[in-house]
Nanobody
Framework: QVQLVESGGGLVQAGGSLRLSCAAS????????MAWYRQGSGKKREWVAG???????NYADSVKGRFTISRDNAKNTVYLQMDSLKPEDTAVYYC?????????WGQGTQVTVSS
C-alpha cells in the first residue's frame, strides 16, 4: 500500500521560505517519478515540480528559480524547498508518485503566504 505524507506547510510572509516534506512508504522514491502539485482556492490543481527516477528535475515556469525539488533516498522522502514566496503561491500542496500505470497522492499540506 502506497502512502505519501506531506508536512512542512504553514503561514509565511511574502519573501519567506518553507520546506515541504513528503515521506513515502510502499514506494521507492529513488526509482519512481515524484512530483509536487498545488491547488489554490477555486482553482484547478496544477503541477509545480517533478523529479524523475533518473534524477532529472523540472519546474513550472511560475516557480522556476524559486522552488527546488529534491529527494533523500535513505529517508525515502521528497522535498520541496520554496524560497521568495509570493501570495500567489498560497495553495494546498500535494505530493504525487507515479509507478507503472498507477498514480498516488498525499493528503496535502496548506501553504499560506501573506502580503
Amino acid at each position: 500500500q502506497v502512502q505519501l505524507v506531506e508536512s512542512g506547510g504553514g503561514l509565511v510572509q511574502a519573501g519567506g521560505s518553507l520546506r515541504l516534506s513528503c515521506a513515502a512508504s510502499g514506494i521507492i522514491v529513488s526509482i519512481n517519478s515524484m512530483a509536487w502539485y498545488r491547488q489554490g482556492s477555486g482553482k484547478k490543481r496544477e503541477w509545480v515540480a517533478g523529479v524523475t527516477a533518473g534524477g532529472s528535475t523540472n519546474y513550472a515556469d511560475s516557480v522556476k528559480g524559486r522552488f527546488t525539488i529534491s529527494r533523500d533516498n535513505a529517508k525515502n522522502t521528497v522535498y520541496l524547498q520554496m524560497d521568495s514566496l509570493k501570495p500567489e503561491d498560497t495553495a494546498v500542496y500535494y505530493c504525487a508518485a507515479s509507478r507503472g500505470s498507477g498514480n498516488y497522492w498525499g493528503q496535502g499540506t496548506q501553504v499560506t503566504v501573506s502580503s
